[in-house]
């Protein structure tokens, strides 16, 4: 029902004519950030996990799929930018940092597309400090927002060091029990994170374990103070003319065609969308009488490469360009003022630089894994008849195939030229238009290609007979060839094939827990992490205790729990335990 009172919303939106940015839309939706931490030495990771809600009752949104989180400078400028697809209104998502970046006062911010139709965009930031311990600061103003002077530790009122002492933070919902709070060097902690009552508190929620030390940070802002408040900065959409449109159904991809005359027509013109790899996309869709399209992506698919065409015998009269992404105007961002370092903190910045270096030299022996994302059926599965080549004698040509085993599919030449089609057996009237061609998901209007390309390369052929249609066309049948590794690269060079530079999705990650049952595997491999877990997808509904192992760095550790429940009740958790 909620779903269903959106998508109304959205066909209201897309019938009403040139809508005032400046006009009232109920903006059900906010975001909120838990990130591992504010303070950041080059070489150390930003960890984080968006939770995109509803601003009424801090449920899960139902509108957004997408969603964007940036790390914005001093000067507005975006250093990095991440999509991130939503899963129950959820996504986590990482950045290195890398040593080019300057020390300096950053933000790290959160939108989705519909937060940016307000006039004072519902964007969350975090204030995020980074210190680049290998740069040299030259300071030529007073009024270099990212100045770092050697000198003078006055006016540093901006600036709190992390205290070591921090007291809990209880939650109503949740027990916190350490089964101790020392531990020695690579010893295992058992961590309980229990219901306070018998009811299940199912919910979204991430975990982080870190160091902490006296450099200078902020406070993030908790989960339990971001329901009793609405924070947000004074952000105006760059797109004033129009509502943007919420990514409801999933990805937005659009853009526009430009007819290089005058002689052709802008509007009813097919485009093509093509993500291709083992689990690939196609998508169809026309142009308005503007020459504007927009793709919808229902599913997170993982293929890097973005492949836009016209089709039809025009192909070649356009040219196709796509839209920028909406984003916040930064310009109205507050920093705080550029922070001082005092010579007390030298050896704390020293020891944390240190500890990053030696990590990040062992990093292939801790690395994140990326996970398989999950195989996605083509469009038109389970329709299809399916050969499998290795089931039959292979043939090294397509000619041969097509001739002793997909006996469905015909091909007829002129001139130079091939073109493909499916017979459909079932009927007496065959069509002589060419049939929707495919291989590894990558549109093949030219398929002269094929016919010197080697079978022993292709893993099966999917063929459909009959009338098809893909969004607004329709095609006489369907050939999807896939290869043995899913990433076919055409050979041809085709004027009319645009291959984009799409922001896409973050891929999924399983992030590094190190596991010393077995001590002596690792005897010899140094242990600096400061961050001992990092789980963004946490489950609390069971009593199953959280395991982890310290590592060689002695100190004060935070665990630091955010989420919220199924019902929108915020978690906000806090302790702390020390390495001696």
């Known amino acids: 029902m909620e779903k269903l009172k959106y998508i109304l919303l959205l066909i209201l939106i897309i019938n009403t004519k040139q809508i005032k940015a400046q006009q009232d839309v109920s903006l059900n939706e906010t975001l909120f950030i838990h990130a591992n931490a504010t303070t950041f030495v080059s070489g150390e990771t930003l960890l984080y996990k968006i939770y995109c809600l509803k601003t009424s009752d801090k449920t899960p949104s139902a509108i957004s799929k997408i969603a964007y989180a940036e790390l914005v400078d001093a000067n507005s400028n975006v250093v990095f930018k991440n999509k991130l697809f939503l899963n129950n209104g959820t996504a986590a998502a990482d950045y290195f940092i890398p040593t080019t970046i300057k020390t300096g006062n950053y933000k790290l911010i959160g939108y989705t597309n519909w937060t940016l139709n307000s006039s004072a965009s519902k964007v969350f930031q975090i204030d995020i400090k980074i210190i680049n311990p290998y740069e040299v600061y030259e300071v030529s103003s007073s ?15 901006a600036i709190t060091a992390s205290s070591v002492n921090k007291e809990q933070l209880l939650d109503k919902n949740f027990k916190l029990k350490l089964n101790k709070k020392t531990f020695a060097n690579r010893e295992k902690v058992v961590l309980e994170i229990a219901p306070a009552s018998t009811d299940s508190q199912k919910g ?7 160091k902490i030390d006296n ?15 609405q924070f947000a900065i004074e952000a105006i959409s760059k797109n004033k003319e129009n509502i943007i449109l919420p990514e409801l159904r999933g990805e937005m991809i659009s853009g526009k065609i430009i007819a290089k005359n005058n002689s052709v027509s802008i509007q009813n013109v097919n485009i093509a969308l093509s993500l291709p790899g083992k689990s690939f996309a196609f998508k169809v869709v026309k142009t308005d009488q503007n020459g504007h399209f927009i793709f919808n992506l229902d599913k997170n698919y993982a293929g890097n490469e973005t492949v836009l065409q016209v089709l039809g015998e025009q192909k070649e009269s356009f040219t196709i360009e796509l839209d920028k992404l909406n984003e916040p105007d930064y310009t109205k961002l507050s920093f705080q003022p550029g922070f001082r370092l005092p010579i007390e903190f030298k050896e704390a910045l020293l020891e944390r630089s240190i500890a990053s270096q030696i990590e990040n030299a ?8 990326i996970i398989k994302p999950e195989k996605i059926d083509p469009f038109y599965y389970p329709l299809s008849k399916q050969y499998n080549l290795d089931d039959f004698t292979r043939f090294p040509t397509l000619k041969e195939t097509i001739t002793e085993i997909a006996i469905e599919i ?15 057996y079932s009927t007496k009237f065959q069509s002589p238009e060419p049939a929707l061609v495919l291989i590894d998901g990558f549109l093949l209007q030219n398929v002269n290609e094929l016919f010197t390309y080697n079978m022993n390369n292709v893993h099966s052929i999917n063929i459909i007979t009959g009338g098809y249609y893909v969004g607004p066309k329709i095609f006489n049948g369907i050939i999807s ?9 055409s050979p041809q060079k085709e004027n009319y094939i645009y291959k984009m530079a799409v922001l896409r999705p973050s891929m999924k990650k399983s992030y590094y827990k190190t596991d010393y049952t077995d001590n002596k595997k690792y005897e010899r491999i140094p242990d600096f992490r400061s961050q001992l877990l990092w789980n963004p997808e946490i489950d609390l509904s069971n009593s199953n205790p959280v395991t982890f192992y310290t590592s060689d760095l ?26 001696e």
Do not use: C
């Not at 002129?414 to 459909?424: E, F, I, K, M, Q």
């Not at 199924?566 to 978690?571: E, I, L, S």
């Open 204 to 210: 979204n929620y991430s975990l982080s374990v870190r």
């Open 554 to 579: 002695s100190g004060t550790y935070e665990i630091s729990v955010e989420g919220f429940t199924d019902k929108g009740n915020p978690v906000s958790i806090k302790d702390t335990f020390k390495i």
């Open 362 to 369: 062992y990093y292939l022996e801790k690395t994140d894994s």
């Open 410 to 424: 015909s091909s007829k030449q002129s001139g130079n030229n091939h073109s493909l089609h499916v017979v459909d």
């Open 143 to 157: 009024k270099d927002k990212n100045a770092v002077p050697k000198t003078n530790s006055e006016n540093t009122t």
């Open 215 to 229: 450099l200078p940070t902020t406070e993030q802002l908790t989960a339990d103070e971001f329901s009793k408040t």
């Open 481 to 489: 060839i896939t290869t043995n590794d899913g990433n076919y690269t």
